[in-house]
């Protein structure tokens, strides 16, 4: 990558990736839903031996790509949490 010439370049190119990620949000988020078809209860939504999984995978894959694996673990951590409660709620098994 270039180095940007300026901070309105560095604040450009934030915003095309800011773009990038929420496309690719989008199509995590099909696939939340399609996955929430085949889950018939609270545990399996939240499924805490998954997450864990997908947190430590993330971990590796950040330390290989040069991202802070523990800024890796917060973004997927709260990721995967909105999903969690957006699945929760369109399927409704949020406890009361």
Same mark, same amino acid.
């Given at each position: 990558m270039d180095s940007p010439g300026s901070l309105a370049d560095v604040r450009a190119r934030?915003?095309?990736i800011d773009g990038e990620l929420v !496309?690719?949000?989008a199509d995590?988020?099909?696939l939340v839903r399609a996955a929430a078809a085949f889950?018939?209860?609270e545990r399996s939504v939240r499924a805490p031996d998954r997450?864990?999984?997908v947190v430590a995978l993330a971990r590796? !894959?950040?330390a290989?790509?040069?991202l802070s694996p523990e800024v890796a673990e917060a973004v997927w951590r709260a990721m995967i949490g909105a999903?969690?409660?957006l699945e929760l709620g369109a399927a409704g098994l949020r406890d009361a």
């Open positions: 934030i915003d095309g !496309r690719l949000l995590r988020q099909a889950k018939t209860d997450v864990e999984r590796s !894959r950040a290989d790509a040069g999903f969690i409660e």
